[in-house]
Nanobody
Framework: QVHVVQSGGGSVQPGGSLRLSCQAS????????IGWFRQTPGKGRDGIAC????????YVADSLKGRFTISRDNAQKTVFLQMNNLKPEDTGVYYC????????????????????????WGQGTQVTVSS
């Protein structure tokens, strides 16, 4: 019943910006969390950000703070990942996922989002940063 649709991504030069979008539909209540993950060459798939729709808690990995920002448009029920000053090492497949309804964003109390915390996944989108 719950589906995740994501959009955005593309190819950009170093220093450029991209904005990824994610919508989760099918929830009967606004009580869930959205997580962002990326799969980069040689590094596996890592959680990089999350946001709780229920309480507004947000988290971005320490290594990405200052460049990546997670936010939500409440009217359109869309979560955004704004990525600025992109670097070649940011290249990879970016996935949006939702937790199925528990509504918690890990934050500092639990570290980066983990794959096992998320049940429904978007299709992924390619981000390529190169000259």
């Amino acid at each position: 019943q719950v589906h995740v649709v994501q959009s955005g991504g593309g190819s950009v030069q170093p220093g450029g910006s991209l904005r990824l979008s994610c919508q989760a539909s099918g929830y009967t209540r606004d009580y869930y969390a959205i997580g962002w993950f990326r799969q980069t060459p040689g590094k596996g798939r890592d959680g990089i950000a999350c946001i709780s729709i229920s309480d507004g808690t947000r988290y971005v990995a320490d290594s990405l703070k200052g460049r990546f920002t997670i936010s939500r448009d409440n009217a359109q029920k869309t979560v955004f990942l704004q990525m600025n000053n992109l670097k070649p090492e940011d290249t990879g497949v970016y996935y949006c996922a939702t937790d199925g309804g528990h509504g918690f964003c890990s934050g500092s109390y639990r570290g980066d989002p983990q794959e096992y915390e998320y049940e429904i996944w978007g299709q992924g989108t390619q981000v390529t940063v190169s000259s």
